[in-house]
């Protein structure tokens, strides 16, 4: 009798572990924390797709950096990556190294820079929120305020 319920139990365990598997698809923000969702840069405001692209895959030439979010408002242009764990001491030497990086590469840019969690899930939330709702460019744009805000709250 006990042998029979042990196998039920691992059958179901294994039917719970599978379901929970499953659970991630086509929302990145749920596992964003937990693995790379490389999410494509968005341009808001009227800059060409193909540099904002630019930036992203300049920072995440960084070897510190794993996971790289870029958004291109109207006058500004957040910048949020995550930092690999063993470099996670260094977090605001890193954040210095790239904010001076972009500052010098794009000069006429106004760049927000974070590692913050926080920040990055925002973002990701915002990129989903363009692509599943209809948001306007003047909400999406305020919303990245929002974002921009809360980052310069938290520094």
Do not use: W
């Not at 086509?26 to 540099?51: D, F, Q, R």
């Not at 904002?52 to 950096?65: G, M, Q, R, T």
């Not at 794993?66 to 957040?78: N, P, Q, S």
């Amino acid at each position: 009798m006990t042998g029979r319920f042990l196998q039920i139990q691992i059958i179901a365990a294994i039917f719970v572990l599978l379901a929970a598997c499953g659970q991630n698809h086509g929302n990145e923000s749920k596992g964003a924390l937990l693995k790379t969702t490389n999410p494509a840069p968005i341009t808001i405001g009227t800059s060409k797709p193909s540099h904002v692209e630019k930036i992203k895959n300049d920072v995440s030439s960084f070897p510190e950096v794993y996971d790289v979010a870029v958004m291109k408002g109207k006058k500004d242009t957040l910048v949020v990556y995550k930092v690999k764990h063993m470099n996670r001491f260094r977090m605001k030497a890193i954040e210095a190294k790239i904010n001076k990086f972009l500052e010098k590469r794009y000069p006429k840019e106004n760049f927000k820079v974070s590692s913050d969690y926080k920040i990055f899930l925002e973002a990701v939330r915002l990129k989903e929120a363009m692509k599943t709702k209809d948001l306007s460019k003047k909400e999406a744009e305020k919303q990245l305020q929002k974002i921009i805000k809360l980052k310069d709250e938290t520094t």
